[in-house]
């Protein structure tokens, strides 16, 4: 079993809507109305299963242990025409940048990236119409009625990518960490020793007249990490949506632009896309460099890409570093470029093969089918009618 972990980017889920209550075929019988004709009322709407927005959520913790949602169903219309009741809808509340998938085919459902959002992601069944509705001068008593639509059942996949501005690259103890933990209120986990970070966190950065900025820090990655290596390239998704991406080599690496195209090559192989976004280089850890070696650097940078050089220790050239950044940030080819790459990139199914074996390893990819005892006849077409008298029940 895996080490249990506060964030959790990946969900499977199943998830049903409500079936609509069937109509009432009731025939009204009052002694002073010996010939009161049908009365049957309509039933009730089942209920929607529907994503909900939720900013004050930044993980999908709260869903592994509540992972079988169903709505409720509707009723049952009677006599007097009553309508039967509304199911109550099932809400599930994910933190914004949540993606949905349909698990078995892969296929994207829907987005949700603003608080408050909702998506309905499936619908409940149509209540079905009471005799009443069929009443005509030539059939004056009917005495059948509409049953309700069936309930919608679906296993969903929902993946979480971090909504952030900035979104740090780098190998790992390239000081990304000690970086988001200078510029802002985070306290990651800070280790002198490879892959400290393993699981990614936010931080929001001050910056000048009360403006501020996301920046996000994932797990150190590898060369090779797009086969796997290290923690291979699970966490990357995080940077998809992200507006600009912050290399981030050490000043003390022997060759900072090979560095640098090794961290692009693996970019390049996980989604080429992100190559399109905007990119600032930052030279870490440059308090153990005095300005003569770094001027002997300069001409050894990879050319092309905005480079400040900082130490997150003593701030040296953070202030720099984050005028940069917003510069670079607001761009208007950057802000044109990260719209057309959040577009593309989650408007396709996705293979999640691979996600069910970890679930499988970590023991959370058992059979989702929620299963009860009521016995629930589900109804293929809504034309069909169901010859009902309430009366003789």
Request: include cysteine; glycine fraction near 10%.
């Amino acid at each position: 079993m895996a080490q249990e972990s506060n964030f959790v980017d990946y969900v499977k889920i199943y998830c049903r809507s409500g079936k609509g209550g069937r109509g009432s075929a009731h025939m009204h019988r009052a002694k002073y109305m010996p010939k009161g004709g049908p009365d049957g009322g309509n039933g009730g709407r089942g209920g929607h299963v529907i994503l909900r927005g939720n900013r004050n959520y930044w993980t999908l913790l709260h869903l592994r242990y509540d992972r079988h949602v169903h709505a409720e169903h509707g009723g049952n219309g009677s006599k007097d025409k009553s309508t039967g009741k509304q199911g109550a809808d099932a809400y599930i509340e994910v933190p914004l940048g949540t993606v949905a998938y349909n698990a078995e085919t892969g296929e994207y459902l829907c987005d949700v990236t603003e608080h408050e959002q909702e998506v309905v992601l499936l619908k409940g069944g149509r209540g079905g119409l009471g005799n009443v509705n069929f009443c005509t001068p030539t059939n004056q008593a009917p005495r059948y009625a509409q049953p309700g639509e069936p309930m919608q059942e679906m296993t969903v996949i929902l993946e979480l990518k971090l909504l952030a501005d900035v979104g740090l690259v780098g190998f790992p103890n390239a000081g990304k960490s000690t970086l988001v933990s200078s510029l802002s209120s985070a306290k990651p986990k800070i280790g002198n020793y490879p892959f400290t970070t393993l699981e990614p966190s936010l931080g929001i950065v001050s910056y000048r007249d009360n403006k501020s900025f996301v920046i996000a820090d994932i797990p150190g990655i590898i060369e090779g990490a797009s086969e796997g290596k290290g923690l291979g390239t699970r966490f990357l998704r995080h940077i998809e949506r992200n507006t600009l991406l912050l290399f981030m080599v050490p000043g003390d690496t022997d060759d900072i632009k090979r560095e640098y195209e090794i961290l692009l090559n693996e970019l390049a192989n996980f989604n080429p896309e992100l190559l399109d976004k905007g990119r600032v280089l930052a030279i870490t850890k440059c308090d153990l460099l005095d300005e003569e070696l770094i001027e002997m650097l300069k001409p050894s940078l990879p050319e092309g890409i905005p480079t400040v050089f900082i130490s997150s220790v003593t701030g040296f050239g953070l202030q720099e570093l984050k005028d940069k950044l917003w510069q670079e940030m607001n761009s208007e080819s950057n802000k044109i470029a990260a719209i057309q790459m959040n577009e593309s990139i989650v408007h396709h199914s996705k293979d999640f093969s691979h996600l069910h074996a970890e679930l499988e390893a970590e023991g959370e990819d058992e059979n989702l089918v929620w299963t009860d005892d009521e016995n629930v006849e589900d109804v293929e077409d809504m034309d069909e009618f169901e010859y009902i008298d309430d009366d003789e029940k």
